[in-house]
Protein backbone atom coordinates (compact mmCIF):
# COMPACT_ATOMS: atom_id res chain seq x y z
CA UNK A 1 0.00 0.00 0.00
CA UNK A 2 1.41 3.40 -0.84
CA UNK A 3 1.48 6.68 1.34
CA UNK A 4 -0.78 9.59 0.59
CA UNK A 5 1.70 11.99 -0.73
CA UNK A 6 0.60 14.54 2.29
CA UNK A 7 1.42 12.12 4.59
CA UNK A 8 4.91 11.90 2.91
CA UNK A 9 5.18 15.70 2.97
CA UNK A 10 4.50 15.93 6.92
CA UNK A 11 6.47 12.65 7.88
CA UNK A 12 9.16 14.80 6.47
CA UNK A 13 8.89 17.91 8.46
CA UNK A 14 8.65 15.48 11.38
CA UNK A 15 12.13 14.07 10.02
CA UNK A 16 13.50 18.09 8.94
CA UNK A 17 12.41 18.77 12.94
CA UNK A 18 14.21 15.90 14.32
CA UNK A 19 16.98 16.83 12.63
CA UNK A 20 16.85 20.72 12.96
CA UNK A 21 16.46 21.42 9.82
CA UNK A 22 15.16 24.70 9.47
CA UNK A 23 15.83 25.12 5.78
CA UNK A 24 14.53 21.75 4.93
CA UNK A 25 11.54 22.21 7.20
CA UNK A 26 11.11 25.92 5.58
CA UNK A 27 11.10 24.54 1.97
CA UNK A 28 7.87 22.31 3.02
CA UNK A 29 5.56 25.26 4.00
CA UNK A 30 4.14 28.40 1.87
CA UNK A 31 5.21 31.73 2.21
CA UNK A 32 2.34 32.52 4.25
CA UNK A 33 2.08 29.71 6.62
CA UNK A 34 0.24 30.04 10.01
CA UNK A 35 0.74 27.53 13.13
CA UNK A 36 -1.86 28.25 15.48
CA UNK A 37 -0.89 27.36 19.80
CA UNK A 38 -3.06 27.22 21.88
CA UNK A 39 -2.90 28.46 25.45
CA UNK A 40 -1.78 31.65 27.14
CA UNK A 41 2.01 30.63 27.58
CA UNK A 42 4.31 33.06 25.26
CA UNK A 43 4.50 30.71 22.59
CA UNK A 44 0.85 30.29 22.31
CA UNK A 45 -0.85 32.17 19.28
CA UNK A 46 -1.00 33.00 15.41
CA UNK A 47 2.82 32.91 14.43
CA UNK A 48 2.14 34.18 10.86
CA UNK A 49 4.89 33.55 8.08
CA UNK A 50 7.16 31.29 7.51
CA UNK A 51 9.87 33.20 9.11
CA UNK A 52 7.87 33.28 12.68
CA UNK A 53 6.87 29.66 12.41
CA UNK A 54 10.80 28.48 12.02
CA UNK A 55 11.41 31.12 14.81
CA UNK A 56 9.15 29.50 16.65
CA UNK A 57 10.34 26.02 15.93
CA UNK A 58 14.33 27.34 16.83
CA UNK A 59 12.62 28.62 20.17
CA UNK A 60 11.59 25.49 20.96
CA UNK A 61 14.95 23.60 21.17
CA UNK A 62 16.61 27.01 22.68
CA UNK A 63 14.07 26.63 25.63
CA UNK A 64 14.40 23.40 25.95
CA UNK A 65 17.65 23.05 25.48
CA UNK A 66 17.52 20.96 22.95
CA UNK A 67 16.10 18.05 25.30
CA UNK A 68 12.67 18.07 23.17
CA UNK A 69 11.89 15.07 21.44
CA UNK A 70 8.78 14.04 19.36
CA UNK A 71 7.82 10.33 18.73
CA UNK A 72 5.51 10.17 15.93
CA UNK A 73 2.30 7.46 16.21
CA UNK A 74 0.46 8.68 13.20
CA UNK A 75 -0.24 10.44 10.25
CA UNK A 76 -3.76 10.17 8.64
CA UNK A 77 -4.72 12.22 5.52
CA UNK A 78 -8.40 12.76 3.77
CA UNK A 79 -7.55 13.29 0.20
CA UNK A 80 -8.52 16.63 0.16
CA UNK A 81 -5.60 18.50 1.43
CA UNK A 82 -5.96 18.21 5.38
CA UNK A 83 -3.87 15.63 7.52
CA UNK A 84 -3.81 15.23 11.53
CA UNK A 85 -0.68 13.45 12.79
CA UNK A 86 -0.37 12.39 16.31
CA UNK A 87 2.88 12.66 18.64
CA UNK A 88 4.15 12.35 22.34
CA UNK A 89 6.39 15.20 23.02
CA UNK A 90 9.23 14.62 25.75
CA UNK A 91 11.40 17.80 26.98
CA UNK A 92 12.76 19.28 30.21
CA UNK A 93 13.08 23.05 30.44
CA UNK A 94 15.26 24.26 34.30
CA UNK A 95 13.55 21.73 36.61
CA UNK A 96 10.27 21.15 35.01
CA UNK A 97 9.55 18.00 32.42
CA UNK A 98 6.80 17.39 30.21
CA UNK A 99 5.63 13.84 28.51
CA UNK A 100 2.38 14.89 26.77
CA UNK A 101 -0.01 13.74 23.58
CA UNK A 102 -0.31 16.28 20.85
CA UNK A 103 -2.00 16.49 18.10
CA UNK A 104 -1.71 18.73 14.43
CA UNK A 105 -3.92 19.43 11.82
CA UNK A 106 -2.37 20.78 8.78
CA UNK A 107 -4.05 22.24 5.57
CA UNK A 108 -2.02 21.63 2.57
CA UNK A 109 -2.50 23.33 -0.85
CA UNK A 110 -0.26 22.39 -3.67
CA UNK A 111 2.26 20.26 -1.74
CA UNK A 112 3.10 22.85 0.63
CA UNK A 113 1.78 23.19 4.23
CA UNK A 114 -0.06 26.47 4.76
CA UNK A 115 -2.03 25.72 8.27
CA UNK A 116 -0.85 24.11 11.64
CA UNK A 117 -3.48 23.77 14.27
CA UNK A 118 -1.87 22.09 17.23
CA UNK A 119 -3.88 20.65 20.12
CA UNK A 120 -3.04 18.86 23.08
CA UNK A 121 -3.97 16.42 25.53
CA UNK A 122 -3.94 19.45 28.85
CA UNK A 123 -3.27 23.08 28.12
CA UNK A 124 -2.93 23.91 31.24
CA UNK A 125 0.24 21.51 31.47
CA UNK A 126 1.59 22.90 28.81
CA UNK A 127 1.18 26.06 29.68
CA UNK A 128 2.63 25.66 32.97
CA UNK A 129 5.88 24.52 31.15
CA UNK A 130 6.49 26.94 28.85
CA UNK A 131 5.51 29.56 31.05
Known sequence: MSKHPDCAL?????EAFTKGDMDGLG??????????????SPLSGHHK??????????????????????DLHAVLADGRGHVMSF????????????????????TIVGGKITDID??????????????
Do not use: K, N, S
Open 10 to 14: VRRGY
Open 27 to 40: ALMTADVIHHVPGT
Open 49 to 70: GREAVLDLYRRLGTETGGTMQL
Open 87 to 106: HTLRADRGDRGIEIRQGLFF
Open 118 to 131: ECTEDIEEEDAFWG
